[in-house]
């Protein structure tokens, strides 16, 4: 049977801590992978996506920690089929690093998209903007957040998100600057 490839947008972790929409990801992931191997598709395999982008998470990448919680949930996945990209910061950064490195496990296979409802939209549209590739609906499955129970800081992100492309850069420098300009004054 096709092979199966299962990609997990990280949140923000606090070390090896996700938190509850980052685990419901992870459940989501754990599911899929379930559901896939059940139906007997060979292989399939998990990608954690995101580094270090805050303080609170003392060095510990979001991918790093969703593969421990991934592992943790069922151990009969081998760890070899959960594959962290370890650098990207942005959502935009998210979709690049996992066409440079992961292209093999997407081309000739099933390829599954495990985020947040209201998050859905952002990862749409940049990977139809970085790559001209427009994901269908169906290849997402939505957990946690819907867009309708989003907060007003979400909804805000992820229209910056989808309509200026470079504003997770600019948004990064600014908060950037923010913390310096903040430990100057203490």
């Known amino acids: 049977?096709?092979?199966?490839?299962?990609?997990?947008?990280?949140?923000?972790?606090s070390r090896r801590i996700l938190t509850a929409e980052c685990y419901r990801r992870v459940l989501g992931a754990v599911e899929l992978f379930n559901s896939y191997t059940q139906g007997g598709y060979a292989p399939v395999d998990i990608i954690c996506l995101g580094g270090v982008f805050a303080e609170k998470q003392k060095g510990f990448a979001v991918s790093s920690a969703?593969?421990?919680?991934?592992?943790?949930?069922?151990?009969?996945?081998?760890?070899?089929?959960?594959?962290?990209?370890?650098?990207?910061v942005t959502t935009a950064e998210n979709i690049e690093e996992l066409h440079r490195n992961f292209s093999e496990f997407l081309n000739d296979r099933i390829v599954m998209y495990v985020t947040s409802g209201?998050?859905?939209?952002?990862?749409?549209?940049?990977?139809?903007?970085?790559?001209?590739?427009?994901?269908?609906?169906?290849?997402?499955?939505?957990?946690?957040?819907?867009?309708?129970?989003?907060?007003?800081?979400?909804?805000l992100t992820e229209l910056i998100g989808i309509f200026f492309p470079l504003s997770d850069v600019i948004i990064r420098k600014l908060r950037k600057h923010r913390a310096l300009s903040q430990n100057h004054w203490e």
């Open 66 to 88: 969703m593969r421990t919680r991934i592992l943790f949930e069922n151990p009969s996945i081998p760890p070899s089929a959960v594959k962290v990209e370890m650098v990207s």
């Open 1 to 13: 049977m096709q092979g199966v490839t299962i990609v997990v947008f990280g949140e923000l972790n």
């Open 118 to 155: 209201y998050h859905v939209p952002r990862v749409r549209w940049l990977t139809w903007w970085m790559f001209g590739q427009w994901l269908p609906k169906s290849a997402f499955l939505r957990v946690g957040t819907t867009w309708q129970e989003a907060t007003v800081t979400q909804k």
